[in-house]
T-cell receptor, first 114, second 114 residues
């Protein structure tokens, strides 16, 4: 089982609140990713990082922001949550070479914004 | 447009039976194809990964096939168990960018009944 962790697992908050979803991995992976997944739908990449101080936006536009100050830590922040942000957020990591390396996923955070 | 289509969308089988899930893709260029298992409320877990030169890969009761000419893959599950109930996701990676982009299917929701 992969050593990649996400907290909280479930979060219900009101509109306008600032939230941070935590993701950490202990495998020393350089690349980390955030995906958004709605029920029955495919995963959409919203952010990725090649390493410390490297962050890029993914394919799906997102109002969230990320930071990568430490290799093992890749938090995602929403400054002002809205009901449209309700979704499952999955963090993943892999070794530096994309190739055939497997992406390891965390358990996800189920976010509900009221 | 690069796409990954999976069928069926959902499937119900009895415990002990075999089943086959399909994945068709239009991703080009092609680097590799992965099958993931995603339990409800959890992150995806890798089952198999195949490159262009591989046409079959097994992982226990899971056997994946790949026909790169027709751009089709299948995942065969033998002697199904209740714990096989999950969403099975087909993911195709291209080699056209430094990111090595992943294209996700929407998954096949498999339910195994006793």
């Amino acid at each position: 089982e992969a050593d990649i962790y996400q907290t909280p697992r479930y979060l219900v908050i009101g509109t306008g609140k600032k939230i941070t979803l935590e993701c950490s991995q202990t495998m020393g992976h350089d690349k980390m990713y955030w995906y958004q997944q709605d029920p029955g739908m495919e995963l959409h990449l919203i952010h990725y990082s090649y390493g410390v101080n490297s962050t890029e936006k993914g394919d799906l536009s997102s109002e969230s922001t990320v930071s990568r100050i430490r290799t093992e830590h890749f938090p995602l922040t929403l400054e002002s949550a809205r009901p449209s942000h309700t979704s499952q957020y999955l963090c993943a990591s892999t070794l530096a070479v994309m190739g055939t390396d497997t992406q390891y996923f965390g358990p996800g955070t189920r976010l509900t914004v009221l | 447009k690069n796409q990954v289509e999976q069928s069926p969308q959902s499937l119900i089988i009895l415990e002990g039976k075999n089943c086959t899930l399909q994945c068709n893709y239009t991703v080009s260029p092609f680097s590799n194809l992965r099958w993931y298992k995603q339990d409800t409320g959890r992150g995806p877990v890798s089952l198999t990964i195949m490159t262009f030169s591989e046409n079959t890969k097994s992982n226990g009761r899971y056997t994946a096939t790949l026909d790169a000419d027709t751009k089709q893959s299948s995942l065969h599950i033998t002697a199904s168990q209740l714990s096989d109930s999950a969403s099975y996701i087909c993911v195709v990676s291209d080699r056209g960018s430094t990111l090595g982009r992943l294209y996700f299917g929407r998954g096949t929701q498999l339910t195994v009944w006793p």
